[in-house]
């Protein structure tokens, strides 16, 4: 064997960099976290070499009886976990998951109903971008203007205008609990299937802190790698609908939208999952949601607009749309004091998806690596100092950002 430093030392500084850029950094991407050292480790197995197309028992191939184990592990693991009693773990990534759903249950041209990406949907919820913006009439519901919460009388007009084939559910940019009673009575009244792509509170549901969608969803999907800690890729789940539904929806990922699954990545999520099923998994959702919230009530107390008022989950979208700079200014300014955030849209933003009008910021990472209310409060108010800053500018501005990015590292070698 030899060292990646020798043989590639480029590509050996790069991750070395990376891994002190997550150290120093105070992480605050509502998508992203830290997986644990095991489930860093078993991506690194003997299992990355496996073809296995096909499922367990039922393979393309032959020696699949070891990672057929490992599969089977992740199945029975995520059901439990998420009281259901279909599971597929095979997606790649949350946005296979999601191609898999519309290719099983939906044919193109058919009318879909899905969150406005601009109001905190994802692009695979039908942005004209994506291949589900292309290849289905879409038909998007959003935030009440006044409230910024889902304007669920105005859903249930434009679907029984629209009547469309399946409606979605789930979000990347909604801090509020999703009624998906109210959405399930909706899709019924139209005849609708209803799809829950839960990938942002994963964590959050498995946690018990947020209200599960399997009890009212046709079909959940999620990403594995933001609140729910795993390793990144995607699941597709369901519960109490039929043997023909589930093959539907196998057939889709494979051999419908993929070839041969990532076997490595399938035992990192049956890790993953165990370790959600461990007694901790919960106190740790429970204060991320706390942490959220802290952060929230800082803003609101320094002046800034949370869209909605406030949270219930692990995020928020910060409304600058009345300042003099932009979410992008915002987002660079931050990184300069090594705080990571992402720009995101604001609900009628007026600027370009690229330049937008707002911050997103959520809190699952910081609080794996054990951030409490206190440091999550001392974080909210340097954040604060810095968008002050950017009102002023000019030498002050300078200064406010090397002191914060001090105190930001201080606080985070505090939790390595
Ligand atoms: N669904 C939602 C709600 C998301 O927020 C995301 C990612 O941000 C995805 C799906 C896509 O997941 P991936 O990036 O793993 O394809």
Sequence with gaps: SVALSDF?????????????RQEDHAELIASENYASPLVMAIQNSVF???YAEGYPGRRYYSGCQHVDVAERLAIDRVKTLFDCDYANVQPHAGAQANAAVFLALTTPGDTVMGMNLAHG???????????????????PYGLDPATGLIDYDEMERIALETRPRMLIGGFSAYSRYKDWARMRAIADKVGAIFWVDMAHVAGLVAGGVYPSPLPHAHVVTSTTHKTLRGPRGGIIL?????EAFYRKLDSAVFPG????????????KAVAFKEALSPGFRDYQRQVVANARVMASVLQQRGYRIVSGGTDNHLMLIDLADKPYT???ADTALSEAWITTNKNSVPNDPRSPFVTSGLRIGTPAVTTRGFGTRECEQLAGCLCDVLDALETGGRARAAVIDRVRARVV??????P
């Excluded at 790069?14 to 891994?19: D, K, L, P, R, V």
């Excluded at 201080?410 to 939790?415: A, F, H, I, N, T």
Aim: charged share 25%; hydrophobic share 30%.
């Design 8 to 20: 590639d030392p480029e590509l050996a500084e790069a991750i070395e960099n990376e891994a002190l």
């Design 257 to 268: 939208i993929q070839g041969g699954p990532l076997m490595h990545v399938i035992a990192a």
């Design 410 to 415: 201080e606080l985070c070698r505090r939790y």
């Design 48 to 50: 990355t070499n496996k």
């Design 238 to 242: 369901a519960r109490g609908q039929d």
């Design 327 to 329: 979410g992008k200014d």
């Design 121 to 139: 949907g994802h692009l695979t919820h039908g942005n004209p971008s994506n291949f589900s913006g292309r290849h289905y009439r879409i038909v």
